[in-house]
């Protein structure tokens, strides 16, 4: 049993050292299994599912590594080998859960950073290239929006608005442009 907790242990550490290495270098992208459980939270708990949710490479080799270090430091602590058995077990189940429950929370962490431009309406803005009055002709606008600045080119109802003015954003006029009024 001893030699069990062993190769386990050697394995799981191994694969696990890979992984980072991996990560490091840039081969660690989401290459787990995704069944879009909800990791046993719903209402079909005790289906399939739920398990599968959790079963990914990154939990089954933390899990292999724990239980092959949660057996040996049993054993080494004069546990009978059942028992030995059952902290092992009992380190795996809590290593994969941990593990998926860590995976889980930073996989909402992921942004996609892209600049919505209807989320500037009502924003202050910098004129940057003067503005032709009338809607004549657009010119250019900065503004904050998600924490940046952002540049977008900018048309007026009103009169010609000159380079330096505080402006308010008050309607987008598509993917690029917005309408802008004096602040």
Known sequence: METTFLVCATLGGTLLVIQ??????GFGGDHDFDHGGDGGHGTDAHGSDWFLGVLTIKTATAALTFFGIGGKIALNAGATEMAALGVAVGAGVVALYLVAALVRSLHKLKADG??????SVGSPATVYLRIPGERAGAGKVHLNLQNRTVEYQAITPGRELPTGAQVKVIAVVNADTVEVELA
């Open 20 to 25: 980072l290495i991996g990560t490091l270098i």
């Open 114 to 119: 892209t600049a919505r431009i209807e989320r």
